[in-house]
């Protein structure tokens, strides 16, 4: 009788670890988005390289970022030429939220890069704003010097980190 109980409890053990087991990739079919086009695998969960993604944002607009002079949160001719692709973007998944990030170079005081990258990411909000995304869409971030997108003393360096990031939020 106990042989049989250990036998059983050892069975049952045995199943219940084993639906604790790795899961397996959903087969093409189920992999499709849904309709309404968000993207999700087989059980439920958000597929980072599919439609509504920012990998997908950064495929169809051609980037999820634009770039600013020293000093400046004025946006030139290609960066609203971006922005015009990431509404568009936008206007395809209205469900979509977007955080916009502001950066800057490491040139400056912490409190004067804050400001600074608060005003591009609402220079880059605004210009979405005008072109009809609705501005409850849209979050504004300053993150100033503290997130680099380059390291390095150098103006090629400096010129990637004075950007306004639109990020996909999940």
């Known amino acids: 009788m106990k042989r049989n109980l250990a036998l059983a409890v050892l069975v049952s053990g045995a199943i219940a670890l084993s639906a604790c087991g790795k899961k397996h990739a959903p087969d093409s079919a189920s992999s499709l988005p849904p309709p309404g086009g968000q ?8 597929d980072p390289d599919g439609p509504g993604s920012q990998a997908d944002l950064r495929r ?5 970022r634009v770039f600013f002079d020293l000093d400046s949160y004025a946006l030139d001719a290609t960066d609203q030429a971006t922005l015009r692709r990431q509404a568009s973007w936008l206007a395809q998944y209205p469900n979509v939220n977007v955080t916009l990030e502001g950066h ?34 849209m979050n504004v971030v ?9 390291l390095g003393s150098t103006e090629e360096a400096w010129a990637q980190n004075r950007r306004a990031v639109t990020v996909v939020i999940r």
């Not at 169809?60 to 999820?64: I, P, V």
């Not at 300053?142 to 380059?150: D, F, I, L, V």
């Open 104 to 137: 800057c170079d490491e040139r400056g005081t912490r409190d004067y890069n804050i400001a600074l990258g608060e005003r591009r990411a609402n220079a880059a909000k605004n210009f979405l704003a005008t072109l009809g995304v609705a501005p409850a869409r």
């Open 60 to 64: 169809t607009a051609g980037s999820d």
């Open 142 to 150: 300053s993150y100033g010097k503290e997130r680099p997108e380059a």
């Open 39 to 46: 993207a999700q695998s087989g059980y439920g969960e958000y």
